[in-house]
């Protein structure tokens, strides 16, 4: 079977002011296929799936779509030729209905009046092709994230799309809805859509797609059938070299290392009573589905959520959280799980951000910024998180995801905590930066920082962690302890997670 | 390596039009200057410029503050009605303590003093309304500026206030070295609070309210607080600014003010600060009061009809706006 291409990009390439985006690239996506582009951050693969959908030009190069050569000047050429996009972000508008929000541009009117019933036929014949379940009036912002990007799946077929590129689809969902979406994604194949699928989760890509494209630095280093690839070449391909060390050296916890944390008896909103002990330099895995109560505890922890009962201590003296600043006081520090939201200042300086949360450290009388001490402290910690560049004026929002992650690690290294909560640490960051994180936080366990290593990816708890808790339904359901040399056993941990016997064929992402 | 080849994109992007967009105002009053200079005369005189700085301090004063109350995410559009309230309070105990023989020599001083306080108390009042009882900023200020106006209303009944002790113009009317209080008041107020805002704990603390709150908390910081006490220095700014008219008139009246909450929040934005909140200078409005005052100033020199000059600032405004979407589109 040889299927003819829908789409064809040849000797595209691309440069933004200093940088090469797009080199060359020569690519075919074939119709009916899923099409997955991986690369680390900065490769050019949302670039590529720019220039497909109209958003960016190519300075040099054809883009054909069915054989004929197209010029677009915008996403709404591209989608004349049924060409559409989903991306990392819901893009939807919260309030209104599904119905509308599927038809979006597609309404049926007459004399301008929206026909309900026709917009209702209609919709009905788009939920039949593809199977889902949705309530047409149901308001888009109740929704799940699975399901909103059911919306926006429709919304795409609505719009009689032939193909649809999607950017990091899955990058927001939780495991069980990003199994969800995958099943979506193979029903719209069925349908006779084409998918490119762009994405940092190899497992999904090799689960998912018939053909995958490795891109790095603006160049396209192959494009292979999926099934002759592996997780270990794809990412050998990313790099350009091979990753045998992707975590730091496993430096024993020491066994007689003084518990520096401890909770007695805690009872808090959708947590079951539990007791939790931390020691000095030791890294504490806390792993469990998203839902089963993680980030809610570790929030407790934090102060910043309130606790009904139970006591907490740091090096033994009975602490009270109230609040974020109580716990900073008490040298319970928490890196949070969501960078834009949660984390940064995007629109302040990197010294700013860095600062924030310590500036009773800094300032002298009357609130006064010493910034000799300011100054000289940002130089240390920027040297010693290696964030490029290593300007202190830099607004965060001119850096790159790896390097906004490092100031937010950062940020909470300007002192050294006694307990560091650490929330997905490597979310959303390319390789590289993983690896640095990995070191960031293995230093400091070094350093004698407890640490609680929050991650839904159970190899980077293997990789890390002396010790693993397991979280589901609020409770602390299981523990485990890695031996002297040995590793944590993550078929375990899942089984745990999952309370099951079939945690094997889950398909957790790693 | 790939993160080195981006920043180095990112900076070189800071081409010249990003440098117009960050940088506008400076050029604007300059060539403002320029122009007027060469079209008029009397306008490069000293006592010219001490004139517009003396005719912007009202705007200048609230201006200042409300540059502070955007950066850390908030509106303030009562400024107006606290105005009114401050420069009628001020102007009452004037004149009734002043009748009254023992109190005459302190009549003045207390005037001036309840004036400014009561315009930072019901600017914390704004504060508590949109923070403790979490109402939307323009909502709050908009039904508490209109709360504002008529107690000065009821407790003025309508009346003019009139002062008759004339010590109470010293305020406004004393110079020092030939130049009004009024323009080392607001000039002052303004490097104060530039000094807080880049040099302090509270002014990080601002910036971090209005860039990302929920971010802020997590560091540990109470924006709730912050964000409150930005109100109150928007009470202060026009409380000052309420009894400087009052004083300098020697009069107050339930009605003045309107406008000044939507003039200063205009001159905020011709400065370049942006009304997306967490980023902008307090120089910048202090250039954007100017901007406004040397085009009133330009008109009335050059005799130009003064039914031009509202559409022409209309338009500054606009062109402000505009820029500063442009500017966030590009980040």
């Known amino acids: ?510 | 390596m790939t993160q080195t080849v981006s920043a180095g994109r990112e900076r070189s992007a800071r081409s010249i039009s990003a440098f117009l967009l960050d940088y506008g105002i400076i050029i604007a009053v300059f060539l403002l200057y320029i122009v007027l200079s060469w079209q008029s005369e009397a306008f490069f005189s000293i006592r010219n410029q001490l004139n517009i700085l003396d005719q912007a301090h009202q705007i200048g004063l609230i201006a200042v503050a409300a540059t502070v109350v955007i950066i850390a995410g908030g509106f303030d559009l009562s400024t107006g009605a606290i105005f009114a309230m401050s420069s009628v309070v001020a102007a009452m105990i004037a004149r009734d303590l002043g009748a009254q023989e023992q109190y005459a020599s302190v009549a003045p001083w207390l005037g001036w003093a309840v004036g400014i306080a009561v315009g930072c108390l019901l600017g914390l009042l704004n504060g508590v309304l949109v923070t403790f009882f979490r109402i939307n900023t323009f909502v709050a200020t908009l039904s508490s500026g209109i709360v504002f106006r008529g107690f000065a209303l009821l407790i003025t009944q309508a009346e003019q206030v009139r002062v008759t002790d004339r010590a109470f113009r010293e305020l406004a009317r004393g110079e020092i070295l030939d130049a009004r209080h009024t323009v080392y008041i607001w000039l002052g107020f303004a490097l104060v609070l530039s000094f807080v805002l880049f040099r302090t704990r509270f002014g990080r603390y601002i910036f971090a309210a209005g860039d990302n709150p929920e971010a802020a908390r997590l560091s540990g910081i109470n924006v709730n607080l912050v964000r409150t006490i930005t109100f109150g220095i928007s009470g202060l700014a026009a409380g000052i600014a309420g009894v400087l008219s009052a004083s300098k008139f020697l009069k107050a009246q339930n009605d003045a003010g309107q406008g000044l909450e939507l003039i200063s929040i205009a001159a905020v934005v011709i400065g370049g600060t942006s009304i997306m909140g967490g980023e902008g200078a307090v120089w910048r409005t202090v250039l954007g009061v100017m901007l406004l005052r040397l085009i009133e100033n330009g008109f009335n020199l050059m005799n130009v009809e003064p039914f031009y000059r509202d559409i022409f600032q209309g338009l500054i405004i606009l062109l402000a706006v505009a820029l500063d979407a442009l500017r966030h589109r590009r980040s």
């Open chain 1, 1 to 510: 079977m040889t299927p003819s291409p829908l789409v064809e990009v040849r000797n595209v390439s691309l440069s933004f002011v200093a940088v090469q985006a797009l080199q060359d690239i020569n690519l075919s996506i074939n119709q009916g296929g899923i099409h997955a582009l991986v690369g680390e951050n900065g490769a050019g693969k949302s670039t590529l799936g720019k220039v497909i959908s109209g958003i960016e030009r190519p300075d040099t190069g054809q883009l054909l779509i069915n054989g004929e050569e197209r010029h677009y000047t915008h996403p709404r050429d591209a989608l004349r030729d049924g060409i559409t996009t989903i991306t990392q972000e819901i893009a939807l508008l919260n309030n209104q209905s599904v119905l509308y929000n599927v038809l979006l541009g597609q309404e049926i009117c007459r004399a301008g009046v929206l026909q309900r019933r026709q917009m209702l036929a209609e919709f009905e014949r788009l939920v039949e092709m593809t199977g889902f379940e949705l309530d047409p009036d149901e308001t888009v912002g109740r929704l799940h994230m699975a399901d909103q990007r059911k919306v926006e799946v429709l919304q795409a077929i609505a719009r009689d799309s032939r193909l649809i590129i999607m950017d990091e689809p899955t990058a927001m969902l939780a495991d069980d809805e990003t199994r969800v979406f995958l099943e979506i994604v193979r029903s719209l194949q069925r349908s006779g859509h084409t998918i490119i699928y762009i994405s940092h989760f190899l497992e999904e890509v090799l689960a998912l797609a018939d053909v995958v494209t490795v891109m790095r630095n603006g160049f396209i280093v192959r494009t292979a059938p999926t099934a002759e690839e592996t997780t270990h070449s794809l990412v050998e391909a990313m790099l350009g070299r091979s990753m045998l060390e992707m975590y730091p050296a496993r430096r024993p916890a020491k066994a007689d290392a003084a518990v520096v944390f401890e909770v007695r008896g805690l009872q808090a909103p959708g947590l079951g009573q539990m007791d939790l002990q931390l020691r000095a330099g030791e890294i504490t895995g806390l792993a469990g589905l998203v839902g089963s109560g993680r980030s809610r505890l570790a929030w407790t922890l934090f102060g910043a959520l309130e606790k009904e009962a139970g006591e907490i201590l740091v090096r033994g003296e009975a602490v009270q959280l109230h609040s974020t600043m109580d716990a900073i006081r008490a040298g319970v520090f928490m890196l949070p799980e969501s960078r834009k939201e949660q984390g940064l200042l995007l629109k302040q300086s990197i010294r700013n951000n860095l600062s924030l949360p310590h500036m009773s450290r800094i300032v002298g009388r009357g609130g006064i910024i010493s910034q000799a001490r300011e100054k000289a402290r940002i130089g240390q910690l920027l040297g010693m998180l290696n964030v490029v560049p290593p300007e202190p004026r830099l607004s965060v929002n001119r850096l790159s995801g790896g390097n906004q992650q490092k100031v937010l690690f950062g940020k909470w290294l300007f002192h050294q905590p006694t307990v560091f909560i650490v929330d997905e640490p490597t979310r959303g960051v390319d390789i590289g930066a993983k690896r640095a994180i990995y070191e960031l936080v293995a230093e400091l366990a070094d350093q004698g920082v407890a640490i609680l290593l929050i991650s839904s990816e159970i190899e980077e708890i293997v990789g890390l962690a002396h010790r693993a808790l397991v979280m589901r339904l609020g409770n602390i359901v299981a523990s485990f302890e890695a031996e002297d040399d040995g590793q944590l056993d993550e078929k375990e941990i899942m089984r745990a997670a999952f309370g099951t016997q079939e945690a094997e064929a889950g398909g957790v992402r790693t």
